[in-house]
T-cell receptor
Framework: GNSVTQMEGPVTLSEEAFLTINCTYT??????LFWYVQYPGEGLQLLLK?????DKGSNKGFEATYRKETTSFHLEKGSVQVSDSAVYFC????????????FGKGTKLSVKP | DAGVIQSPRHEVTEMGQEVTLRCKPI?????LFWYRQTMMRGLELLIY????????DSGMPEDRFSAKMPNASFSTLKIQPSEPRDSAVYFC??????????????FGDGTRLSIL
Protein backbone atom coordinates (compact mmCIF):
# COMPACT_ATOMS: atom_id res chain seq x y z
CA GLY A 1 0.00 0.00 0.00
CA ASN A 2 0.89 3.66 -0.15
CA SER A 3 3.05 5.09 2.60
CA VAL A 4 5.14 8.10 3.55
CA THR A 5 8.28 8.02 5.68
CA GLN A 6 9.71 11.15 7.26
CA MET A 7 12.87 11.68 9.22
CA GLU A 8 12.41 11.43 12.95
CA GLY A 9 12.43 14.61 14.93
CA PRO A 10 12.73 16.78 16.74
CA VAL A 11 15.06 18.93 14.70
CA THR A 12 16.65 21.87 16.48
CA LEU A 13 18.43 24.57 14.49
CA SER A 14 19.80 28.03 15.06
CA GLU A 15 18.28 30.96 13.21
CA GLU A 16 19.58 31.32 9.63
CA ALA A 17 20.67 27.68 9.46
CA PHE A 18 19.89 25.49 6.45
CA LEU A 19 16.99 23.10 6.83
CA THR A 20 16.40 19.72 5.24
CA ILE A 21 13.59 17.40 6.27
CA ASN A 22 13.70 14.11 4.41
CA CYS A 23 10.60 12.46 3.01
CA THR A 24 10.34 9.29 0.94
CA TYR A 25 7.23 7.59 -0.31
CA THR A 26 5.89 4.31 -1.60
CA UNK A 27 3.04 4.47 -4.07
CA UNK A 28 1.64 2.79 -7.12
CA UNK A 29 1.41 5.05 -10.11
CA UNK A 30 2.15 8.75 -9.93
CA UNK A 31 0.95 10.40 -6.76
CA UNK A 32 0.71 14.07 -5.92
CA LEU A 33 2.99 15.12 -3.06
CA PHE A 34 2.42 17.73 -0.38
CA TRP A 35 4.07 19.37 2.59
CA TYR A 36 1.82 20.64 5.34
CA VAL A 37 2.82 22.72 8.37
CA GLN A 38 1.16 22.77 11.78
CA TYR A 39 1.83 25.68 14.12
CA PRO A 40 1.11 25.20 17.82
CA GLY A 41 -2.59 25.05 18.60
CA GLU A 42 -3.63 25.17 14.97
CA GLY A 43 -4.68 22.82 12.20
CA LEU A 44 -2.49 21.80 9.32
CA GLN A 45 -1.89 24.26 6.51
CA LEU A 46 -0.73 23.47 3.02
CA LEU A 47 2.85 24.67 2.58
CA LEU A 48 3.58 23.48 -0.96
CA LYS A 49 2.76 20.75 -3.43
CA UNK A 50 4.01 19.02 -6.59
CA UNK A 51 1.88 16.96 -8.88
CA UNK A 52 4.34 15.32 -11.26
CA UNK A 53 7.95 14.19 -11.48
CA UNK A 54 10.59 16.93 -11.44
CA ASP A 55 8.06 19.55 -10.34
CA LYS A 56 9.36 21.90 -7.66
CA GLY A 57 6.90 23.24 -5.13
CA SER A 58 7.85 26.42 -3.30
CA ASN A 59 6.34 28.79 -0.76
CA LYS A 60 7.63 31.15 1.96
CA GLY A 61 11.24 30.26 1.14
CA PHE A 62 10.61 26.52 1.40
CA GLU A 63 11.18 24.24 -1.56
CA ALA A 64 10.72 20.56 -2.39
CA THR A 65 11.35 18.71 -5.65
CA TYR A 66 9.38 15.63 -6.72
CA ARG A 67 12.06 13.00 -7.43
CA LYS A 68 10.51 9.93 -9.00
CA GLU A 69 13.82 8.08 -9.37
CA THR A 70 14.48 8.25 -5.62
CA THR A 71 10.79 8.41 -4.58
CA SER A 72 11.60 11.45 -2.47
CA PHE A 73 10.20 14.89 -1.73
CA HIS A 74 12.65 16.48 0.70
CA LEU A 75 11.78 19.86 2.21
CA GLU A 76 14.49 22.54 2.24
CA LYS A 77 14.91 26.11 3.33
CA GLY A 78 18.07 28.10 3.03
CA SER A 79 17.73 30.23 6.16
CA VAL A 80 15.23 29.33 8.86
CA GLN A 81 13.61 31.80 11.23
CA VAL A 82 12.24 31.37 14.73
CA SER A 83 8.77 31.73 13.23
CA ASP A 84 9.33 28.52 11.22
CA SER A 85 9.15 26.49 14.42
CA ALA A 86 6.32 24.04 13.80
CA VAL A 87 5.57 20.43 12.89
CA TYR A 88 5.99 19.55 9.22
CA PHE A 89 4.08 16.74 7.54
CA CYS A 90 4.83 15.12 4.21
CA UNK A 91 1.82 13.59 2.45
CA UNK A 92 0.78 11.92 -0.78
CA UNK A 93 -2.42 11.43 -2.70
CA UNK A 94 -2.94 9.14 -5.65
CA UNK A 95 -5.55 8.95 -8.36
CA UNK A 96 -7.33 6.06 -6.75
CA UNK A 97 -7.70 7.67 -3.38
CA UNK A 98 -10.38 10.27 -4.16
CA UNK A 99 -8.50 12.95 -2.33
CA UNK A 100 -7.52 10.88 0.66
CA UNK A 101 -4.08 11.95 1.88
CA UNK A 102 -1.52 9.58 3.35
CA PHE A 103 0.52 11.51 5.94
CA GLY A 104 3.92 10.91 7.38
CA LYS A 105 4.31 11.03 11.16
CA GLY A 106 5.49 14.63 11.17
CA THR A 107 8.80 16.25 12.05
CA LYS A 108 8.96 18.86 14.78
CA LEU A 109 11.27 21.78 14.02
CA SER A 110 12.49 24.15 16.71
CA VAL A 111 14.49 27.20 15.67
CA LYS A 112 16.49 28.99 18.37
CA PRO A 113 17.42 32.67 18.13
CA ASP B 1 -13.17 33.52 2.92
CA ALA B 2 -14.22 31.59 5.98
CA GLY B 3 -12.16 28.49 6.58
CA VAL B 4 -13.26 25.17 8.00
CA ILE B 5 -15.04 25.85 11.26
CA GLN B 6 -15.00 23.36 14.10
CA SER B 7 -16.80 23.46 17.40
CA PRO B 8 -16.24 23.27 20.24
CA ARG B 9 -12.52 24.16 20.39
CA HIS B 10 -12.16 22.39 23.70
CA GLU B 11 -14.27 19.72 25.35
CA VAL B 12 -13.75 18.16 28.74
CA THR B 13 -16.17 15.49 29.84
CA GLU B 14 -16.39 12.42 31.97
CA MET B 15 -16.01 8.87 30.80
CA GLY B 16 -19.25 7.37 29.54
CA GLN B 17 -20.72 10.63 28.33
CA GLU B 18 -21.72 11.25 24.73
CA VAL B 19 -19.52 13.67 22.83
CA THR B 20 -20.49 15.44 19.61
CA LEU B 21 -17.97 17.32 17.51
CA ARG B 22 -19.13 19.62 14.74
CA CYS B 23 -17.67 20.80 11.48
CA LYS B 24 -18.65 23.28 8.82
CA PRO B 25 -16.61 22.82 5.65
CA ILE B 26 -15.65 25.56 3.24
CA UNK B 27 -18.53 26.45 0.97
CA UNK B 28 -18.27 24.68 -2.38
CA UNK B 29 -16.02 21.92 -1.11
CA UNK B 30 -17.43 18.45 -1.66
CA UNK B 31 -14.91 16.34 0.30
CA LEU B 32 -14.91 16.27 4.08
CA PHE B 33 -12.41 14.42 6.27
CA TRP B 34 -12.26 13.65 9.98
CA TYR B 35 -8.84 13.04 11.59
CA ARG B 36 -7.61 12.26 15.07
CA GLN B 37 -4.19 13.38 16.29
CA THR B 38 -2.36 11.98 19.30
CA MET B 39 1.27 11.94 20.35
CA MET B 40 1.40 8.16 20.19
CA ARG B 41 -0.33 7.56 16.87
CA GLY B 42 0.18 10.83 15.03
CA LEU B 43 -2.48 11.89 12.53
CA GLU B 44 -5.07 9.23 11.71
CA LEU B 45 -7.82 9.46 9.12
CA LEU B 46 -11.10 8.32 10.67
CA ILE B 47 -13.59 8.76 7.84
CA TYR B 48 -14.20 10.84 4.76
CA UNK B 49 -17.21 11.90 2.74
CA UNK B 50 -17.76 12.94 -0.84
CA UNK B 51 -20.97 14.79 -1.68
CA UNK B 52 -22.26 13.93 1.81
CA UNK B 53 -21.79 10.19 1.27
CA UNK B 54 -19.28 8.28 3.44
CA UNK B 55 -16.58 6.85 1.19
CA UNK B 56 -14.19 5.18 3.61
CA ASP B 57 -14.82 4.66 7.30
CA SER B 58 -12.15 2.02 7.82
CA GLY B 59 -10.30 4.32 10.19
CA MET B 60 -13.16 4.59 12.66
CA PRO B 61 -11.76 2.87 15.74
CA GLU B 62 -14.89 1.05 16.88
CA ASP B 63 -18.65 1.16 17.00
CA ARG B 64 -18.59 3.84 19.64
CA PHE B 65 -17.64 6.29 16.90
CA SER B 66 -20.10 7.48 14.27
CA ALA B 67 -20.07 10.30 11.75
CA LYS B 68 -22.79 11.93 9.71
CA MET B 69 -23.03 14.54 7.02
CA PRO B 70 -26.69 15.50 6.64
CA ASN B 71 -25.96 18.27 4.15
CA ALA B 72 -23.08 19.93 2.32
CA SER B 73 -22.42 22.45 5.07
CA PHE B 74 -22.40 20.36 8.22
CA SER B 75 -20.91 17.20 9.65
CA THR B 76 -20.77 15.63 13.09
CA LEU B 77 -18.50 13.10 14.75
CA LYS B 78 -20.06 11.40 17.73
CA ILE B 79 -18.49 9.23 20.42
CA GLN B 80 -20.85 7.28 22.63
CA PRO B 81 -19.88 6.21 25.23
CA SER B 82 -16.62 8.11 25.52
CA GLU B 83 -13.49 6.62 27.11
CA PRO B 84 -10.26 8.22 28.37
CA ARG B 85 -8.32 6.74 25.43
CA ASP B 86 -10.44 8.85 23.09
CA SER B 87 -8.66 11.95 24.37
CA ALA B 88 -7.04 13.60 21.37
CA VAL B 89 -7.28 16.53 19.01
CA TYR B 90 -9.88 15.93 16.32
CA PHE B 91 -9.54 17.75 13.03
CA CYS B 92 -12.00 18.28 10.24
CA UNK B 93 -10.76 19.12 6.74
CA UNK B 94 -12.41 19.81 3.42
CA UNK B 95 -11.23 19.93 -0.16
CA UNK B 96 -12.70 21.23 -3.39
CA UNK B 97 -14.13 19.18 -6.25
CA UNK B 98 -12.06 18.14 -9.22
CA UNK B 99 -10.91 14.61 -8.70
CA UNK B 100 -9.44 15.09 -5.28
CA UNK B 101 -5.93 13.86 -5.70
CA UNK B 102 -4.46 17.18 -6.81
CA UNK B 103 -6.46 19.22 -4.39
CA UNK B 104 -5.09 20.24 -1.01
CA UNK B 105 -7.11 19.75 2.13
CA UNK B 106 -8.05 22.73 4.25
CA PHE B 107 -8.03 22.02 7.97
CA GLY B 108 -9.98 23.50 10.83
CA ASP B 109 -8.27 24.45 14.07
CA GLY B 110 -9.38 21.23 15.74
CA THR B 111 -11.29 20.19 18.85
CA ARG B 112 -9.16 19.27 21.83
CA LEU B 113 -11.06 16.51 23.61
CA SER B 114 -10.27 15.35 27.12
CA ILE B 115 -12.14 12.43 28.63
CA LEU B 116 -11.68 12.16 32.38
Amino acid sequence: GNSVTQMEGPVTLSEEAFLTINCTYTATGYPSLFWYVQYPGEGLQLLLKATKADDKGSNKGFEATYRKETTSFHLEKGSVQVSDSAVYFCALSDRGSQGNLIFGKGTKLSVKP
Amino acid sequence: DAGVIQSPRHEVTEMGQEVTLRCKPISGHDYLFWYRQTMMRGLELLIYFNNNVPIDDSGMPEDRFSAKMPNASFSTLKIQPSEPRDSAVYFCASSPPGGGFNQPQHFGDGTRLSIL
